[in-house]
């Protein structure tokens, strides 16, 4: 159990979550603002929302670990931000705004399905949407459990249902709108956080020198810019946390919650600045951690993912309090955002796409209750799933990207993208990455030069959209809905 | 086989299909270093489509360029310098950093910044989507006034 002024801290980093979360509930007002947000929310507001739903835990805990284990090596997954944010401003965020401009979108299947006037379309990629989500939610179960349970001192079980059971709260009252409006305070407590560890890590080690100086005498690799990786791998890394970012639904989803058209000038400034500068954590923890070894001053790590821990055992207590609270901010913050959109894709997407809508005034209700057992679902698979978590935890962004990247960011720029072209993309998507699932987690091979192979399925998936595209017409050139073709124009 | 009339992005698109095609290609045989220009190849023409209008380019080619300059140059030097110290202390070290990492980490990093994130700022009002833009975009939907 931590000390009382970080139990404290996270208290009531809880209760200030849970409050803002059930505030939100003041702006719902129509399904679209439940599921969606549509036109809830300021500039400022998004883009920090943005930024905190993308920066999971994996950016504290897991990325320092990399770095303490490779180096470098996971440095090209972080580091492709500065770019990445403004793609998806460039590619897809005007185009998104002014289709929700028109249309009563929510979801990104909404978007989807007018874009390519296929139910299909919609229900395949609301099927990947709900796959991807319970794969995510379920591998967070276990890492927020036991984050929760160090810090509190409480059991497992009692840890999961308190980080768990506060987000599925909040985000059951008020949807999209609750999952935004945290994401934005728990935005800022990531990047007090970051900044702080920052100045801490560049104070104890003594510099830039002191510390790199320090690793490289001992293991030189570990300071280059490759580290312990491959080229195929931290290049294709950088490819796919670029272009990928695009496809993330927990970033599209965020362009038909801004209030106007405007309020996109300043978004991926806002969004990406503030992505690189909590990236500083990522990139620092790790190598102070290997500091710290290297100069004896903690015992050499049993595990890559204790590096976090033994840095902040390192630190004043009043900043691992704030660490802790940025961390349970970036788990929760993406949790929420993935909670909405499974709902979503549950309560609105799947039932429109077999003809079967549920009745506008009631689809909040549902929303509500279907936001409690996918959650409920989403615990007791993550809680017992063990060998099928490990396994199905693999579909993450590399999956969400081949998904919808070609769907939003050919389909909303191209004319000529068809709806035969789409679903074929959707269900490579979906067919090459249960594919190399099973090639990889259940028959234990490995991809030729470390080639992430959620890298091919993102290429094949894009290649199928244009080049189906190319030989097929439906919902293509003079078939497009005017309003998305003026959006397309724009 | 039809003849289509494919726009000006459209085109870039066919061609970046042809750049993702070759990366592929490039992945699987593992020519890393060709896989990485090809790489910021293809980045930069995601950037100049998003960017650019249907059929006009604007200032959107020079973002595209921007980019793919600084990223590589910047892998030029990276590869560059991980070559020639591998294994070793390099010879000379920037604030403590490895060369090839310091081009990394800071320097494109801020680099690719400015033209792949802060330029959408810098060019929304007068490029990207200007009031003129928008009230086309009412006309052609029939929302003028309710928008």
Redesign the interface.
Known sequence: MSAPITIAIVIGYFVLTFAIGVYALKRVKTAEHYFGAHKLFGTVITSIAAFASIMSGFGFIGGPGLVYALGATSLWITLAAPLGFGLGWFLIGKRVKLISEVRPIATLPDIAAARFKSEAVRALLAISLVLGVIAYLGTQVMAGGYVVSGLLGVNLEVAILIIFGITMIYTSIAGMAASILTDFFQGLVMLIAAVGVLIMALIMTGGTEGLFTTIGQKDPTLIDPLGRGTWMLVLMWYFVFTIGGVGQPHLATKFYALRSYKDLKWGALISGGSYMLSSLLWIFVGYAALWLVIGGKIPALTKPDQAAIAFLSQMPVWMVAIVYAGLLAAIMSTASGFISIGTAALVRDLPKSFGKEVEHDRQVWWGRVVTILLTVFALIFGYFGKYLVAILGALGWGYFASATLPLLAIGLNWKRATREGAIASLSLALVLNIGFLIYEKVLGMKMPYAIPSYGISIIVALLAMIVISMFTKGAAEEDLDPDIRAAIEA | MEV?D??L??NI??VN?AV??F??VT??T?S??A??YL?GL??SL??I???M??NKLGPAVWIGVS?FVIWSVCITL?FK??AE??????EF?I????P??F???PV???L??IP??????LL??RW??TED??K??CR??G?EGE?
Do not use: C
């Open positions: 289509v494919i726009s992005r459209g698109i066919l299909a993702l095609f990366m592929l992945a699987l593992n890393w270093q896989f990485g790489t293809s980045l995601w950037l489509t998003g960017a209008r249907e980019v990276i310098y991980w110290f591998r294994g070793q202390f390099p070290t604030a403590g950093m490895h090839g990492f081009i990394l980490f494109m990093w801020l690719i910044f792949g994130t802060l330029s959408y700022a929304f009002d990207i989507m833009d928008w086309e975009f052609k939907t929302k928008l």
